[in-house]
C-alpha cells in the first residue's frame, strides 16, 4: 500500500513538473534563465528556486541524521550552512558592484585562466556529488520502501529528471522548482503538524535532546560550518547562478527570504531525527527505514514524497549549472540546445555510475567540497572585500592547502594521511583540517597582497 501510494503520489509529481516546464527552448532560456517573452524571474520564483534547489533530498537527511546522533546540536549545525544565503548574497552584490557577471568574471580578470580553472575544477566535482547524493537517496528511499535494490528507482528518477531537464535547461529548473517547491512545502507541512500533534512529541525535550551519541560532536561541526559558511556559497553554482539573472534589488530580496524559510525547513526536518533518538529507535537505512517502524503510513509517505521532491528539483538545476558550466564558462561544448543537453546526459551518467560506489555517508560530500572551496575565503575577503591585489602565487597556495585538506579528509583511514592527523573523532578532525587551511590560505593571501 505504501509503495503504491508513494509511486503514484510521485508520478502525479513528475506530470506537474512536466506542465509546468517552457512549451518552447530558447539558447538564453536555456542557459540564462529567461522566460519565453526574454525577461528575467520573479522576486518569488527567485525565492523558491533557491530554497528548493538548496534543502536537497541529501540536506534534509543531513539534518535528521545529524539531529538523531547528536540531538539539536547536529541540526543546528547543518542549520547553519544556510546563512551561506547570507553570505552568498553579500558576496553576489559585491561581485556586481565591481561589474562582474559571475565568480568566474572576477577571478578571470584577476588570475586569469589559471584562476578561472581551479575555481571551475572545484565546482566541477562539486555538481557532480550533487547529483550523486541526490539519486543516491532516491535508491536509499526505493529499497527502504520497496525492497531490494534502489537502482532501478535511481535510473528512473535519472531519466524523468533528465528528460525536462534536457528541454528547457535553467529556465525549466526555474519553472518547475516553483510547482515543486509548493508541492515540497505542502507534504513536509502536513508530516510536520503530525509530529508535533503526536502525544510523544515534547517541544523542550527536542530543544534538549542529547542525541544518541551525545551534542559534543554537533558543536564541532557547528564550528566547522562557521569556518565555511563565507566560501561556501561561492562555490555553488546553483545559487551563484541564480544571483546574476535577475536586478540587484531583486536578488538581494531573494537571499534574505531564501535564508529564514531554507533554515526553518531544514531545522524543521531536524527534528524528526531528533524525535526518532528521543523515542529510542534503532538507526536503520539513514533513519528512513527507522522512520517506517515509528510514523503512521501516511506521515512516512509524506516524508517520503519530501525527499523525492528535494531530489528531482535540485537534479533540475545541477544539471543545467553543469550545462552553463561547460559551455559558458569552459566553452568545451557549442552554446546550442543540444551542446548544452549533451553536457547533462554526461552529468547524469557520471553521477548515476558514482550510486554504485560504496559510500554511503551523506555528509561526507559536504565536508570535501566545502573545505575545498575555503581557499575562496581569503581570496574574497582580501581582494573583493578589501580591494587589495592579490598575488597569483599566494592564490594558488591557498587553492593547494585547500584541495589537501579536502583529500586529507576524503583519505583520512589511508595510513599516510592518519598518520598527521590528530587522534580523535572525524569531525574534530575535520575541524583542526579547516582551521589550517584558514590560517594558511589568509597567511599566504595577506602576504602576498598589495593595494590595488
Excluded at 547570507?86 to 556586481?96: H, M, N, P
Aim: hydrophobic residues 55%.
Amino acid at each position: 500500500m505504501t509503495a503504491t501510494a508513494l509511486i503514484a503520489i510521485f508520478a502525479i509529481i513528475v506530470i506537474l513538473s512536466l506542465i509546468a516546464a517552457p512549451r518552447r527552448a530558447t539558447v538564453n532560456g536555456f542557459f540564462g534563465g529567461m522566460s519565453e517573452g526574454g525577461t528575467a524571474p520573479t522576486l518569488w520564483v527567485l525565492v523558491l528556486s533557491q530554497v528548493t534547489t538548496w534543502i536537497f533530498a541529501r540536506s534534509l537527511m543531513n539534518a535528521a541524521i545529524l539531529g538523531y546522533y547528536y540531538g539539536i546540536a547536529g541540526t543546528l549545525a547543518y542549520a547553519a550552512y544556510y546563512a551561506s544565503f547570507l553570505s552568498g548574497g553579500f558576496i553576489v552584490s559585491r561581485l556586481r558592484e565591481a561589474g562582474a557577471t559571475s565568480v568566474q568574471d572576477w577571478l578571470g580578470a584577476r588570475f586569469g585562466s589559471v584562476g578561472t580553472t581551479s575555481y571551475n575544477i572545484v565546482i566541477g566535482l562539486r555538481l557532480l556529488s550533487e547529483v550523486f547524493a541526490n539519486l543516491l537517496v532516491v535508491g536509499l528511499i526505493a529499497a527502504a520502501v520497496l525492497g531490494g535494490s534502489g537502482t532501478p528507482a535511481i535510473l528512473v528518477v535519472a531519466v524523468l529528471g533528465l528528460g525536462y531537464s534536457a528541454w528547457g535547461g535553467l529556465s525549466a529548473a526555474l519553472r518547475t522548482d516553483v510547482v515543486q517547491m509548493l508541492l515540497f512545502l505542502l507534504a513536509f507541512g502536513a508530516a510536520f503538524i503530525a509530529l508535533i500533534l503526536s502525544h510523544s512529541f515534547n517541544f523542550g525535550a527536542i530543544l534538549t535532546a542529547p542525541g544518541v551519541s551525545g551534542t559534543y560532536n554537533g558543536w564541532i561541526l557547528l564550528a566547522v560550518a562557521a569556518l565555511q559558511v563565507f566560501s561556501y556559497p561561492a562555490h555553488d553554482p546553483v545559487m551563484m547562478d541564480r544571483g546574476f539573472i535577475a536586478d540587484k534589488d531583486t536578488t538581494r530580496r531573494s537571499f534574505l527570504h531564501a535564508f529564514w524559510i531554507s533554515t526553518l525547513c531544514i531545522i524543521g526536518f531536524g527534528f524528526f531525527g531528533i524525535q526518532a533518538s528521543l523515542t529510542g529507535a534503532e538507526y536503520e537505512g539513514q533513519l528512513i527505514g527507522t522512520w517506517g517502524q515509528m510514523f503512521p503510513a501516511w506521515v512516512f509517505i509524506l516524508l517520503m514524497v519530501s525527499l523525492l521532491v528535494s531530489a528531482l528539483s535540485t537534479l533540475d538545476s545541477a544539471l543545467a549549472s553543469a550545462s552553463r558550466l561547460v559551455v559558458e564558462e569552459l566553452r568545451l561544448a557549442p552554446r546550442t540546445l543540444n551542446g548544452g543537453r549533451a553536457v547533462m546526459v554526461i552529468f547524469m551518467l557520471a553521477g548515476g555510475a558514482l550510486t554504485l560506489w560504496g559510500n554511503k555517508t551523506l555528509f561526507d560530500a559536504v565536508a570535501v567540497s566545502g573545505t575545498a572551496s575555503m581557499f575562496l575565503s581569503p581570496v574574497l575577503i582580501v581582494g573583493l572585500v578589501m580591494g587589495r591585489q592579490v598575488a597569483l602565487w599566494s592564490y594558488m597556495v591557498a587553492f593547494t592547502a585547500a584541495i589537501f585538506g579536502a583529500l586529507v579528509y576524503f583519505g583520512r583511514a589511508w595510513p599516510s594521511f592518519a598518520a598527521i592527523l590528530p587522534a580523535g573523532h572525524k569531525y574534530e578532525q575535520l575541524l583542526v583540517i579547516c582551521m589550517i587551511v584558514l590560517v594558511t590560505g589568509f597567511a599566504t593571501v595577506l602576504a602576498g597582497a598589495r593595494k590595488g
